[in-house]
């Protein structure tokens, strides 16, 4: 997991040490200063003023690069809104020997780059699972006694 974290940020922290403690990631930390992508067009001045255009947090070369690496024996889960890795994601299911099971994009559908939907409403065109967490939004942010009592001894994840 690459992730862009402050020390100050103590909600973060506590999250950041659940995934490695709990679910065992390698939690790589990046400082926000070093994890910064300016869009090139609010830079060169193509789309107004770019002071206001958001600075962009992404690690796309990076997960592209995991991805690379495990395709030939995993299948993959991502959970990310990016765009420019569909490309990898398809791929990678076609470099996998053990296995012709579609990879997963997993994210809130709410949110996804119109791009995706586009994609992942034809899977014939494009072989890739999506796990919407929009679904699950109760169970991921608190729902309740009442959802939490539904799902408790379930042992197996939300899809």
Not at 114 to 135: A, G, T, V
């Amino acid at each position: 997991m690459w992730t862009s974290a402050t020390a100050e940020n103590a909600g973060q922290n506590r999250f950041l040490e659940f995934a490695e403690k709990e679910l065992l990631w390698a939690v790589r930390r990046v400082s926000p200063a070093d994890s910064f992508m300016i869009d090139p067009s609010s830079v060169l001045g193509l789309i107004g003023d770019s002071r206001s255009t958001s600075r962009l947090i992404r690690f796309d070369s990076q997960i592209a690069f995991a991805m690379g690496r495990l395709a030939d024996q995993q299948r993959l889960v991502v959970l990310s809104d990016s765009y420019p890795l569909a490309a990898t994601l398809q791929r990678a299911k076609h470099l996998r020997q053990s296995s012709s099971a579609n990879n997963t994009l997993a994210f809130f559908g709410a949110a996804l780059d119109p791009r995706w939907q586009r994609l992942l409403r034809d899977p014939s065109k494009f072989e890739i699972d999506f796990l919407d967490l929009d679904d699950h939004e109760a169970y991921l942010f608190g729902g309740g006694k009442e959802i939490r009592r539904a799902l408790q001894g379930a042992d197996d994840l939300p899809f």
